[in-house]
């Protein structure tokens, strides 16, 4: 029989401290504490740290501690953490994005940029079920941060998911394609729409080269363009819907469902989805669907329409900003909320 410790045999039976789901303050505690001292000296930063806002979906050295960094035993935990914070759907994501890699090795003659474990976990404050903190988990073509108030998720943005290529074509993973619900959501819902809409829809024929918004720290587009979500029919309002809930899918069922009553609550009439490029299968294109606070886009444009960037930004909560907070408001002037 296995000895266990007596914390071990008390959890099993359900007495204490994890007799409820640890949080994610308690995952986050248990993944730092696996950390030797030099370790979380990479790994954490204040949480009033500039580098909150340095994110990126390219591949690059990042804030914090690189998976390629940890012991077997560290690598465990951070997974754990990792799994612990997504959904199902959105673990499955981020390790066939991470899988990726090797195969853009291989394609790209041994490129040593290309690498899985190039992928880091970064702290922002001390994770607790009181206060503010923060954390992010990087690398090429996975951006995820996660930002919380008093033991609650405040914001789940920015939240970056990429895939190159969109869909590999040959080898032994042909066919892959770890995007296709947010590319098959876009089609669907601008396949439904009639020729007036269509055009009101398609705001340039070109698509652009990336996500407008990029990696700003604030996101933002110009002109609010597109078909207003009111002037769909009931079919096409759901197709509306499913499109919102496939790019929320990555998160917890519990953060899915804080985004989309949130949309519903910020008068999801007057969001407009708006379409560049072509709209044949294969061309190169973009979507994006924008509201008062919340902008989501697609890309498909790079590798000749066969790699592909989402993003959701939240104007009202990125990092976990509250914009209405002096040290955030010099630069928000004119900035108005309902």
Do not use: C
Not at 111 to 118: F, T, V
């Amino acid at each position: 029989m296995i000895k266990l410790g007596i914390t071990a045999v008390l959890s099993v039976v359900g007495i204490g401290h994890f007799s409820t789901a640890p949080t994610p303050a308690d995952e986050a505690k248990a993944f730092l504490a696996s950390l030797t001292s030099d370790q979380r000296k990479v790994a954490e930063y204040p949480l009033k740290s500039d580098t909150l806002y340095d994110w990126h979906f390219v591949p690059r050295s990042r804030p914090g501690i690189p998976i390629s960094k940890l012991t077997d035993a560290q690598k465990r935990t951070a997974d754990h953490f990792i799994r612990a914070n997504l959904s199902r759907a959105g673990y499955e994501k981020v390790e066939h994005i991470r899988d990726l890699e090797p195969y853009l090795f291989a394609a790209e003659n041994n490129n040593p940029i290309r690498d899985r474990s190039n992928y880091s976990l970064v702290f922002f404050g001390e994770p607790g079920d009181s206060g503010r903190w923060a954390w992010r988990f990087e690398g090429h073509h996975v951006s995820l941060t996660f930002a919380y108030r008093d033991g609650k998720m405040v914001a789940s943005t920015p939240q970056f998911l990429g895939s190159n290529p969109g869909r590999i074509e040959s080898g032994p993973r042909k066919g892959m394609s770890v995007l296709a619900k947010e590319e098959d959501a876009g089609y669907a819902l601008l396949r439904s729409l009639s020729s007036a809409q269509l055009k009101q829809a398609t705001v340039a024929s070109e698509a652009p080269a990336e996500i407008v918004t990029g990696n700003s720290r604030r996101a933002a587009i110009a002109k609010r363009e597109g078909v207003p979500y009111h002037d769909l029919d009931a079919i096409q309002k759901s197709l509306f819907l499913d499109l919102l809930k496939v790019h929320a899918e990555a998160q917890l069922p519990a953060e899915q469902e804080r985004r989309l009553k949130q949309l519903e609550k910020e008068d999801m009439r007057e969001m407009v989805f708006a379409w560049m490029g072509s709209t044949n299968r294969g061309g190169r294109h973009y979507y994006r669907v924008q509201g008062d606070h919340v902008i989501i886009e697609l890309d498909n444009t790079q590798n000749n329409g066969n790699h592909i960037h989402t993003v959701w930004r939240n104007t009202a909560e990125d990092f976990g900003e509250d914009p209405l907070e002096e040290h955030y408001s010099e630069s928000h002037h004119g900035h108005h909320h309902h």
